[in-house]
């Protein structure tokens, strides 16, 4: 079979106009298709006299020499200057070095795979990386980013094939196949190249940390360690913060999956809410029922010993107990003494805590999960709950024990907006946050 005879006829293609020039594209196309399915298997058995690369640098030049020619060939067959056959032997040629890149990438694989396996049991996976940067504090950045997420520094996946050629021919590049080329310059040690690349595939998803992880050592290795030096820091940053987030959350969360209820003056730790459901006590209790029931409001005492057992035996906690008793949590597992060890009314907090400067946010940009937020006159009550981020839109994320029932989960409402005191952080969080964000 020789696939000259299936393509278009070549006096067709030239007299063509240039408004047709899709049509001529689609053909081209076509044989193209068809071409790839052929010369996969005629290329392999030598049915070209072509020179072998011997080493894997050798064969990504042959393959990318035989690649421009194929591309200067398809314009080339589409103007009219060569016919189908010349075309076909292009084609051919790309797809043989192309076949030999493969094949001495892979068998290269292969290789550093059972050295891999080989090594001695003393050179485990605990040892230390090898060093990359001559800055030991970026070294130590790098050390510490592979420990928060071993997987950024993936080996990106070699793209090739039909699809590629298509997509390189009409210039629909894949994420996947930016990070391919970047990957082999790098393997090359063309690392201006491979920084070219990277910088690429950040411009379009620019907190990829696999992406800024092979940027900063392209660049670090270009000798550029002053524009690695932000990279690193960013996604160092990235990293720590989201741990942080995850560690803030394991201490929220088993309260919204619990849906502890809402019980003004509550101040049930976790446990103790638990056993009181489990021993079948009452649970939520609102403001009109305290009142009318348990204390006076004109003195804050119970208005009797029976009154005072009654309300300690419903289940539930308010919303400045929930903010006590999570930041009691987090000391406790860090050994601190918290600064409190009693119900502490939400209006009172702010004592406890130091205020977010404001920056014309709500809560200001610098606050971060764990950081507390009061509200007067909600509801002709003061309220206190926890900011636990934003979502992609920017909206602040709390964690409340809610009026409306329970501990909820949830961005915040617009109707609390009109009522926002401040942001505070409680005196010892930074500490916490800084020896629980670490990596494992």
């Known amino acids: 079979m020789y696939i000259e005879s299936f393509v278009i006829n070549k006096n067709e293609v030239v007299t ?73 032997k292009k084609l051919q040629i790309y797809t043989y070095y192309k076949q030999q890149y493969e094949k001495i990438a892979k068998a290269g694989q292969s290789e550093a795979q059972a050295s891999e396996a080989s090594r001695p049991a003393q050179q485990s996976e605990t040892s230390a990386a090898p060093a990359v940067s001559a800055d030991p504090k970026l070294q130590k950045k790098l050390d510490a980013i592979l420990k928060y997420d071993p997987s950024v520094s993936a080996e990106p996946k070699i793209t090739g094939g039909v699809g590629k050629f298509f997509r390189n021919l009409f210039g629909t590049h894949t994420m996947a196949d930016i990070m391919s080329d970047g990957y082999v310059e790098f393997q090359k040690g063309n690392y201006a190249a491979a920084s070219a690349k990277f910088e690429q595939a950040r411009a379009k998803d620019p907190k990829n940390k696999n992406i800024l992880y092979y940027l900063s050592l392209s660049k670090i290795k270009e000798g550029k360690s002053a524009e690695a030096e932000p990279i690193i820091n960013s996604m160092h940053n990235q990293l720590k913060d989201e741990k942080w987030d995850s560690v803030f959350r394991s201490f929220t969360d088993p309260w919204v999956e619990a849906d502890v209820a809402f019980k003004i003056g509550g101040f049930d730790s976790l446990d103790q809410y638990k056993q009181k459901i489990a021993a079948g006590n009452r649970k939520e209790l609102h403001g009109d029922e305290y009142y009318e029931k348990y204390v006076n409001p004109r003195t804050y005492q119970y208005y009797s010993e029976s009154a005072r057992k009654e309300f300690e035996s419903i289940a539930g906690i308010d919303c400045g107990g929930f903010v006590q008793r999570v930041y009691m949590d987090m000391c406790k597992k860090n050994g601190i003494t918290p600064p409190f060890s009693y119900k502490v009314p939400g209006r009172q907090l702010q004592n406890y805590g130091i205020q977010l400067k404001d920056d014309g946010m709500i809560p200001p940009m610098t606050a971060k999960p764990g950081d507390f937020i009061l509200l007067k006159e909600h509801d002709g009550w003061g309220h206190a709950f926890y900011f636990a981020g934003r979502d992609k839109d920017g909206t602040p994320l709390i964690v409340e024990a809610s009026g409306e029932g329970k501990v909820l989960a949830r961005p915040m409402p617009d109707r609390y907006y009109q009522w926002y005191q401040g942001t505070y952080k409680f005196k010892d969080m930074d500490k916490i946050r800084e020896k629980m964000s670490q990596p494992n």
């Open 16 to 88: 063509m106009t240039k408004g047709m020039k899709n049509s001529v594209k689609l053909s081209v196309i076509a044989f193209l298709t068809v071409f790839f399915v052929y010369c996969s298997a005629y290329a392999e058995t030598g049915g070209l006299n072509l020179k072998a690369p011997s080493n894997l640098k050798e064969a990504y030049n042959m393959m990318q020499t035989a690649y421009k020619a194929c591309m200067q060939s398809v314009t080339d067959f589409n103007e009219g200057k060569i016919d189908g056959g010349e075309l076909d």
